[in-house]
């Protein structure tokens, strides 16, 4: 099978055949149809010391099932995250880690959806909204925050603000359900916030913080690192909540497979609509990367192996 991998930090990504592994006991072997391309994952290849496989979010056709594997059978549409190398061809994936993708629904629709899906209604439920607050979505046009910026419309944001990198973001950002767009350089992100998103974090947590209406909470889900002053805080009583999506899949599993199942339930409903920006195939993937860095995407990136 194919696979995609680097040998230094920072690349150049190629492809190189190996085996089809074999399941372990509690994984399924997964025929992979899409692979979500994310931020974390571009990082790592741009920042870690030592060459990490290149997993993620996949979907697709089981084929295999180790032993122990109940829940699951070969034949199955499955998506979940993979640990292991999931920009390949075959790759392994927990069962713990899989949900089953419904009739109706593409492998495609799957990686944009779920992973991404999760983390953005995560974040929003940190976030505690109240009917008829407004609500502040960095990166909207994001793979996790085109999903947001449509989850807070839907949890009742009488006002939803959208925060992009780049003016030409605008029109697809409205096209979600924002009613205002601003860009990252703007001096005046207009009338204050009840609740903001950030999946930037950096120099932007300054303008999200002070962006908050006074005793409001700023969601911090962004690998990007960053400081927020205390006195920013203190003068308007507002508050910094740091959501991790790995914490609620390890420690609240039950939680996890409520949201997922909402998930779906919106997307059947067609109040939910994942956006993808380019398909690319496996031995493309330094391009897809690509489009991450250079932050043009708007919607989801996704690997067609």
Same mark, same amino acid.
């Given at each position: ?9 920072g690349g150049p990504?190629?492809l190189e055949? #190996? ?5 372990a006991p509690g994984e399924?072997l997964v025929?992979?149809e899409a692979?979500?391309v994310t931020l974390? +994952?571009v990082?790592?290849v741009?920042?870690a010391a030592?060459?990490i496989a290149l997993g993620?979010?996949i979907?697709g056709?089981v084929?295999?099932?180790?032993? $122990?594997v ?5 034949g199955e549409?499955?998506?979940g995250l ?11 994936l927990?069962?713990?880690?899989a %949900?089953?993708v419904?009739?109706g ?6 990686v944009?959806l #779920?992973?991404?899906?999760? #983390?953005?209604l $995560?974040?929003?439920t940190?976030?505690?909204?109240e009917?008829?607050?407004s ?6 046009a994001?793979g996790?925050g085109?999903?947001? #910026?449509?989850l807070a419309r839907?949890r009742g ?5 959208g925060?992009?990198s ?7 950002v409205r ?6 767009v601003?860009?990252y350089?703007?001096a005046d992100w207009?009338?204050p916030?009840g609740?903001a998103?950030?999946?930037v974090?950096?120099?932007?947590l300054t303008p999200?913080?002070?962006?908050l209406?006074?005793?409001g909470?700023?969601?911090?889900? %962004? %690998? ?13 009583a507002?508050? +910094?909540i740091g ?12 939680l996890y ?8 339930r919106?997307?059947a409903?067609?109040?939910?609509r994942p956006a993808?920006?380019g398909e690319f195939?496996l031995e493309?993937a330094?391009r897809?990367?690509?489009?991450i860095?250079s932050?043009?995407?708007r $919607?989801?990136v +996704?690997?067609?192996p």
């Amino acid at each position: 099978m194919r696979r995609v991998r680097y040998e230094a930090p920072g690349g150049p990504l190629f492809l190189e055949d #190996v085996p089809v592994p074999e399941p372990a006991p509690g994984e399924l072997l997964v025929r992979c149809e899409a692979v979500g391309v994310t931020l974390p +994952v571009v990082r790592k290849v741009t920042e870690a010391a030592e060459p990490i496989a290149l997993g993620g979010e996949i979907a697709g056709e089981v084929v295999a099932v180790g032993e $122990g594997v109940t829940r699951f059978r070969t034949g199955e549409c499955v998506t979940g995250l993979s640990f292991g190398h999931g920009y390949a061809d075959f790759a392994p994936l927990h069962e713990a880690m899989a %949900s089953p993708v419904p009739d109706g629904a593409s492998a495609v629709d799957a990686v944009a959806l #779920v992973r991404s899906g999760l #983390v953005a209604l $995560g974040a929003l439920t940190a976030a505690r909204p109240e009917p008829g607050e407004s609500a502040l979505i960095t990166a909207a046009a994001s793979g996790v925050g085109h999903l947001a #910026v449509q989850l807070a419309r839907i949890r009742g944001a009488a006002r939803v603000v959208g925060a992009v990198s780049d003016p030409d973001k605008a029109d697809f950002v409205r096209s979600l359900g924002a009613d205002e767009v601003v860009a990252y350089g703007d001096a005046d992100w207009g009338e204050p916030v009840g609740y903001a998103l950030d999946a930037v974090g950096g120099d932007l947590l300054t303008p999200a913080v002070a962006a908050l209406a006074p005793g409001g909470r700023l969601v911090a889900y %962004s %690998s990007g690192g960053g400081t927020v002053q205390a006195y920013d805080l203190l003068v308007g009583a507002k508050s +910094v909540i740091g959501f991790q999506m790995a914490r609620i899949a390890r420690d609240e599993p039950e939680l996890y497979g409520r949201w997922r199942q909402e998930l779906w339930r919106l997307f059947a409903e067609g109040a939910l609509r994942p956006a993808v920006h380019g398909e690319f195939a496996l031995e493309d993937a330094a391009r897809a990367h690509a489009v991450i860095e250079s932050r043009t995407n708007r $919607g989801k990136v +996704v690997l067609r192996p």
